[in-house]
């Protein structure tokens, strides 16, 4: 991986062993990042429960630790405000806005081929199973 003095100005290589791009992709590809961004994308920002409900199926404790994580490496924002009972939003940072066309693309991929991967996967299982 090259690096630099500024940090926001390296360049990853994903087929280096060490390299953090990895940790990034594993980031990017969970299913709920994938979720969190694209209704963040669409409507922001969110309060945690506007969220989750958009979300649906995620469990608050999932969606805390992919909110967190988003928030650590600079894709997401939590806004805390200073009332009674204290209110929270969250919203999508430049980089995390940048990270929708992607990610959508991901998602229409999926979308349009799950009946060619869902007959494949039957198809597959029906073999008969192979000796070790």
């Not at 926001?8 to 990017?28: E, K, Y």
């Not at 928030?71 to 939003?89: I, K, Q, S, T, Y």
């Not at 081929?113 to 869902?118: C, M, N, S, T």
């Amino acid at each position: 991986m090259e690096t630099t003095r500024d940090s926001s100005a390296r360049t990853g290589d994903l087929f280096d062993p060490n390299c953090p791009t990895r940790r990034v992709l594993d980031r990017i590809g969970d299913k709920w990042t994938v979720m969190v961004v694209e209704i963040l994308a669409e409507t922001s920002p969110l309060r945690f429960t506007d969220l989750r409900a958009r979300v649906r199926g995620v469990t608050p404790k999932v969606l805390t630790q992919v909110l967190r994580a988003l928030e650590r490496d600079g894709l997401l924002e939590r806004h805390v405000f200073a009332e009674v009972p204290p209110r929270v939003e969250y919203s999508l940072t430049a980089a995390g806005i940048s990270l929708r066309g992607p990610l959508a693309a991901i998602r229409i991929w999926a979308e349009t081929h799950i009946g060619g991967i869902l007959t494949a996967q039957s198809s597959f299982d029906a073999r008969p199973k192979r000796s070790r």
